[in-house]
């Protein structure tokens, strides 16, 4: 078990650019999870994926945001014109079924100048 | 709006001592809960999940659950100073298809040597 593993762990780009982050959940779990967090608080939901299908979608989650996974693999979570305001932790979490225990990614620190 | 309420803290006690940490939820359709531990600048750790009215233990750790009084809490035995982190409480309800995790923003413990 090598545990879920987020590319790259710091992003710092310019205002405006396109960053996409990459996530390889555990191996045999089906669903995964995007989750954003800033300074002082609690993750927050952004998207989910059960296989390749993505089955929910935060209302956070603007248009600039895309999520994919396009084999039930990896995902990839790309923000487009990046703003001030996207300056987080993109957190990566994958389990195995229906409320069993989520497991985090060390995460990508995205810091916009 | 399904919401998490945690005292934000800091919590200090003793090394050694019971550290008691709480959390409420406001969804009375939650179904799973679970505790994560967070160091500053790392992601989510999973320390206990429960999801059936009672106690769990394990090792150091009991999880508590109430679904009646919507309260979920964690006790922390013979705290020590490695244990000093920020807790966070974390609620999934899956009626409806959603299986996203609701955090609140989380308990900040620190352990006194």
């Known amino acids: 078990d090598t545990g879920v593993s987020q590319d790259p762990r710091h992003k710092i780009t310019k205002r405006g650019q396109n960053v996409t982050f990459r996530c390889d959940p555990i191996s045999e779990h089906n669903r995964l999870y995007w989750y954003r967090q800033t300074l002082g608080q609690g993750p927050e939901f952004l998207t989910y994926f059960q296989n390749e299908a993505q089955l929910e979608k935060s209302r956070l989650l603007s248009d600039r945001f895309s999520a994919e996974r396009p084999k039930g693999s990896f995902s990839t979570l790309e923000i487009q014109r990046t703003e001030q305001g996207d300056s987080a932790m993109y957190l990566c979490?994958?389990?195995?079924?229906?409320?069993?225990?989520?497991?985090f990614g060390d995460g990508t620190r995205l810091s916009i100048l | 709006q399904k919401e998490v309420e945690q005292n934000s803290g800091p919590l200090s006690v003793p090394e050694g001592a019971i550290a008691s940490l709480n959390c409420t939820y406001s969804?009375?359709?939650?179904?799973?809960f679970f505790w994560y531990r967070q160091y500053s600048g790392k992601s989510p750790e999973l320390i206990m999940f429960?999801?059936?009215?009672g106690d769990k233990e394990d090792g150091r750790f009991t999880a508590q659950l109430n679904k009646a009084s919507q309260y979920v809490s964690l006790l922390i035995r013979d705290s020590q100073p490695s244990d000093s982190a920020t807790y966070l409480c974390a609620v999934n309800y899956s009626g409806a298809g959603s299986y996203q995790l609701t955090f609140g923003k989380g308990t900040k413990l620190s352990v006194i040597p």
């Open positions: 969804d009375r359709g939650s179904q799973s």
């Open positions: 429960i999801y059936s009215n």
């Open positions: 979490a994958s389990n195995g079924g229906a409320g069993q225990p989520q497991h």
